[in-house]
């Protein structure tokens, strides 16, 4: 293995001691499977309380952890159960870990056609992907750009993502499992962040048809898939912030901008 092991004091200073102790008996009961290392990113599956497994995600650094995430709903600040019994596999028993070449490293390996032709297969599994790169390319040629004269960003595929973000947030479940929601709220905050660029070179009029695009989906569809979601109500919030500062950059000077939002209050 490239990494070496995580250290025991590492490893107990990344958890809850109550949360390390059930992440063992996870280890323990054989419940961490599929337990895939490419370059420094870690992924297994941890068999739970629901039918189907969570998805765990690992990034590692230097002999520790950068980033870790779960397909769980466990929100209380720190890292869940399920973390901690992969954590623990992956540093008890390096010979289960299945060795895999980064995937930048089988990238560029690919010719152009190659590639584009990878891409077109994996739409076929994943409509929301051709959202996500209508978007990224609407960006890339603005948000390196400085000063005026920039054409207006096409705010469609924004709204088109966050439409299939924000209903593959919420898929079937139980009676009994109440109004939990699933899926991946950093994907929705991070296509609320595609607005920063913008913000940060002063073009405040693209960023609110990228912040207006967005939120007028989840303004639309809020009764239906978040009414009960407080991660939501938490991002909602952070669009609401964003788009009033876009608001008050176009209203500003051009040598006024970026003086901090106490501009808004100077007469």
Known sequence: MTEPAIAEATMHALFDAKIFD???????????????????????????SEFEPYRVEVSLHEGGVAHAKCSCP????????????????????PEAVIERPAVSALLQE???????????????????????????L???????????GRPAVDPEPFREHARL???????????????????????????VEKAVPFLESGDGANALRVLEAIAETFVENWFEYSDYD???????????????????MTDLPLDQRGQGSGMAATP
Request: neutral net charge; aromatic residues 10%; contains cysteine.
């Open 22 to 48: 059930r992440g063992l008996r996870y280890y323990r009961s054989g419940a961490v499977s599929n337990l895939i290392k490419r370059g420094s990113t870690l992924s297994a599956d941890v068999h739970g």
């Open 230 to 248: 407080e991660d939501m109500y938490l991002l909602f919030d952070d669009l609401g912030r964003l788009m009033a500062e876009a608001a008050l």
């Open 110 to 136: 690919l010719s152009r056609d190659a590639l584009e032709g990878l891409l077109l297969k994996r739409l076929e599994a994943d409509p929301s992907l051709a959202s996500w790169i209508e978007a990224e």
């Open 165 to 191: 973000l924000l209903a593959g947030r919420h898929r079937r479940r139980g009676y009994w499992d109440d109004y939990r929601s699933s899926g991946n709220i950093e994907e929705l905050h991070r296509l």
């Open 74 to 93: 466990y929100d209380y600040g720190d890292y869940c159960k399920h973390i901690a019994a992969v954590l623990i596999k992956f540093t008890n028993e």
């Open 138 to 148: 609407a960006l890339s040629p603005h948000a390196k750009e400085k000063g005026g």
